[in-house]
């Protein structure tokens, strides 16, 4: 038994904010490890753009896109040059590539399924990110002093 990616989106529950469709990154974690014992299809090319959301504010943690490509051959490198316009050996910040390293997953032809631990590990780098969590946490307690950071209140759009 199959489930595609998009269906299995389809399946999480929605909120909308600011006009946009949002879904909980914590809840599709558990989605994909409950389906982790049949096959993830996926055909096209998908991203993975985190939010946090607290208190009305959304917070847009773009430099952790979560890119899910099926290509015809291995595209790492092509993925860097599109992203940052330049070779990965010519970036001068090697925890950039790192990151984009962690936050790429392809599926190369005729294969077509997603490998489920892998996206669980791109999910898992995003929530435990302290990166992610220190940039949170400065940006919300300028709002809310007490504001601690959780989890639960990571949302992603899908494009």
């Not at 890119?67 to 860097?80: E, G, P, Q």
């Not at 962690?102 to 791109?122: A, F, G, Q, R, W």
Request: with cysteine.
């Amino acid at each position: 038994m199959d489930i595609t990616f998009l269906d299995l989106i389809d399946t999480l529950p929605k909120v909308e904010h600011f006009n946009e469709c949002f879904y909980n990154l914590v809840e599709l974690s558990k989605k994909i490890e409950a389906v982790s014992s049949i096959s993830i299809s996926m055909s096209d090319h998908h991203i993975i753009l985190p939010f946090y959301i607290y208190q009305e504010r959304t917070y847009e943690i773009y430099w952790y896109e979560f890119t899910l490509k099926s290509v015809a051959f291995t595209s790492f490198d092509t993925h860097v040059l599109e992203k940052l316009g330049k070779k990965k050996e010519d970036v001068d910040d090697m925890t950039i590539i790192e990151r984009m390293g962690n936050l790429y997953l392809e599926v190369v032809e005729p294969e077509t399924s997603v490998p489920s631990l892998k996206m669980i590990d791109c999910i898992n780098y995003i929530k435990t990110s302290d990166e992610i969590i220190k940039d949170v946490t400065d940006v919300f307690r300028r709002y809310d002093e007490s504001f601690e950071f959780d989890e639960r209140n990571l949302y992603f759009v899908l494009y």
